[in-house]
Nanobody
C-alpha cells in the first residue's frame, strides 16, 4: 500500500493561489491513479479532480474546472494541486488519495488517503 502526506495548505486571500503537494511512499507511486478531494465544515467530502498514472488524462469537478490543475511527478513520487483564483467557498480540508484507476477515485473509493491539509480563503 502507498502512504500519502499532503502539504502546502494555508490561509490565502480571495483571488490568490496555493499549490498543494501529495508525497507518496511505500509502493511505487507510478502504479496508482491519484485524486484530490475536499471537505468543508458541515458538508460531505467531494472530489476535486483525478489524474491517471502517467498523467495523460485529468478530470475536474465543475466547481474548480479552469481554476485548478492536477499534475504529478512520478520521479519525485509526488502529486500536485495548483489552485488559482481561489474563492472563499474553496475553504476546506483537502485530501489526496490513490487507487488503481480513476473510475474508483471519481466515486470516492481509494486504497490510500492522506491526512489532509487545511485551505482557508478569506474574502
Amino acid at each position: 500500500q502507498v502512504q500519502l502526506v499532503e502539504s502546502g495548505g494555508g490561509l490565502v486571500q480571495s483571488g490568490g493561489s496555493l499549490r498543494l503537494s501529495c508525497a507518496a511512499s511505500g509502493r511505487p507511486f507510478s502504479t496508482y491513479a491519484m485524486g484530490w478531494y475536499r471537505q468543508a465544515p458541515g458538508k460531505l467530502r467531494e472530489v476535486v479532480g483525478t489524474i491517471t498514472q502517467n498523467g495523460d488524462t485529468t478530470y475536474y469537478s465543475s466547481s474548480v474546472k479552469g481554476r485548478f490543475t492536477i499534475s504529478r511527478d512520478n520521479a519525485k513520487n509526488t502529486g500536485y494541486l495548483q489552485m488559482n483564483s481561489l474563492k472563499p467557498e474553496d475553504t476546506a480540508v483537502y485530501y489526496c488519495a490513490a487507487a488503481p484507476d480513476t473510475n474508483r477515485l471519481r466515486v470516492g473509493v481509494a486504497d490510500s488517503w492522506g491526512q489532509g491539509t487545511q485551505v482557508t480563503v478569506s474574502s
